[in-house]
């Protein structure tokens, strides 16, 4: 190793940039071939550093997320789910909507999409920088009833505000007590024209004060949520029981 390699592996290491090791002779025989100016080689080196950072950054924000599942926007099939606009999830993959606070709502029968889509608009948002955490409605509740219980809970709600994009999946799905529909109002309330939200949901808000157990929380908490809001209605029979059902069995 000559003086001058050696010199640039310990600037790597001072500069906590591994990959300019990983890269720059390489880099450096491609300039000499090529003819490559200085500011044209350094600029190389950089910017691979900078794409393999930020591609290590993403995929521990994807980690981080506690996604369910790999789902992309690119793997769904939008044949499958004509109410689905391929644009309209293009543009809010962009997480254009975060800047603004502005919400996702996706409603639709159990199988129909929304949590693959949900996830891959997260996806998305964390490949682009931004922190994301998913989970259902009821873990939602469960985290915060536990910071109640700790005298935590203005500074769980504070925490997650910190959090472009939170993503609450399965919302209805099981009715709520009294308590734990007040912690999800207040989760609602701590974002609203702060953070963005994507909610799904296989009920339609007419149904909501069903889930909550109080028509004046319901009509409180939509009106939050819808205020700055993309609501999308998914429609039609469930994905994952395409080919399993009988024709006849459907048209019942």
Same mark, same amino acid.
Request: with cysteine; aromatic share 8%; proline share 3%.
């Given at each position: 190793?000559?003086?001058?390699?050696?010199?640039?592996? $310990?600037?790597?290491?001072?500069?906590?940039?591994?990959?300019?090791?990983?890269? *720059?002779?390489?880099?450096?025989?491609?300039?000499?071939?090529?003819?490559? %100016?200085?500011?044209?080689?350094? #600029?190389?080196?950089?910017?691979?550093?900078?794409?393999?950072?930020?591609?290590?950054?993403?995929?521990?924000?994807?980690?981080?997320?506690?996604?369910?599942?790999?789902?992309?926007?690119?793997?769904?099939? *939008?044949?499958?789910?004509?109410?689905?606009?391929? !644009?309209?999830?293009?543009?809010?993959?962009?997480?254009?909507?975060?800047?603004?606070?502005? !919400?996702? &709502?996706?409603?639709?029968?159990?199988?129909?999409?929304? %949590?693959?889509?949900? %996830?891959?608009?997260?996806?998305?948002?964390?490949?682009?920088? =931004?922190?994301? @955490?998913?989970?259902?409605?009821?873990?939602?509740? #469960?985290? @915060?009833?536990?910071?109640?219980?700790?005298?935590?809970? #203005?500074?769980?709600?504070?925490?997650?505000?910190? $959090?472009?994009?939170?993503?609450?999946?399965? &919302?209805?799905?099981?009715?709520?007590?009294?308590?734990?529909?007040?912690?999800?109002?207040?989760?609602?309330?701590?974002? *609203?024209? =702060?953070?963005?939200?994507?909610?799904?949901?296989?009920?339609?808000?007419?149904?909501?004060?069903? &889930?909550?157990?109080?028509? %004046?929380?319901?009509?409180?908490?939509?009106?939050?949520?819808?205020?700055?809001?993309? &609501?999308?209605?998914?429609?039609? !029979?469930?994905?994952?029981?395409?080919?399993?059902?009988?024709?006849?069995?459907? #048209?019942?």
């Amino acid at each position: 190793m000559s003086g001058t390699d050696s010199g640039i592996e $310990y600037y790597a290491r001072a500069l906590r940039a591994p990959r300019i090791s990983d890269g *720059y002779q390489a880099l450096g025989e491609q300039a000499r071939q090529g003819g490559w %100016t200085h500011e044209e080689y350094l #600029a190389a080196v950089l910017s691979r550093e900078v794409a393999e950072r930020e591609a290590s950054g993403a995929a521990l924000r994807i980690r981080a997320a506690r996604f369910p599942g790999h789902k992309t926007l690119e793997d769904f099939n *939008y044949a499958h789910q004509p109410a689905a606009d391929r !644009n309209l999830f293009a543009h809010l993959g962009t997480g254009t909507f975060l800047h603004e606070a502005r !919400n996702v &709502v996706l409603l639709g029968p159990p199988g129909t999409g929304k %949590t693959h889509l949900a %996830t891959g608009i997260g996806i998305k948002v964390a490949q682009a920088g =931004h922190r994301v @955490l998913f989970d259902s409605a009821v873990g939602w509740v #469960a985290r @915060l009833a536990e910071a109640h219980d700790r005298g935590q809970l #203005a500074a769980e709600l504070a925490r997650l505000r910190r $959090y472009k994009l939170l993503i609450c999946d399965e &919302v209805g799905y099981i009715p709520f007590d009294q308590d734990s529909a007040n912690l999800f109002f207040q989760l609602v309330s701590s974002r *609203y024209e =702060h953070a963005s939200l994507i909610l799904t949901s296989n009920l339609s808000f007419s149904r909501w004060a069903d &889930v909550f157990g109080d028509a %004046t929380v319901a009509s409180a908490m939509i009106d939050r949520i819808v205020h700055h809001a993309e &609501v999308i209605n998914l429609t039609g !029979n469930s994905y994952r029981l395409q080919g399993r059902i009988k024709p006849q069995t459907l #048209a019942n």
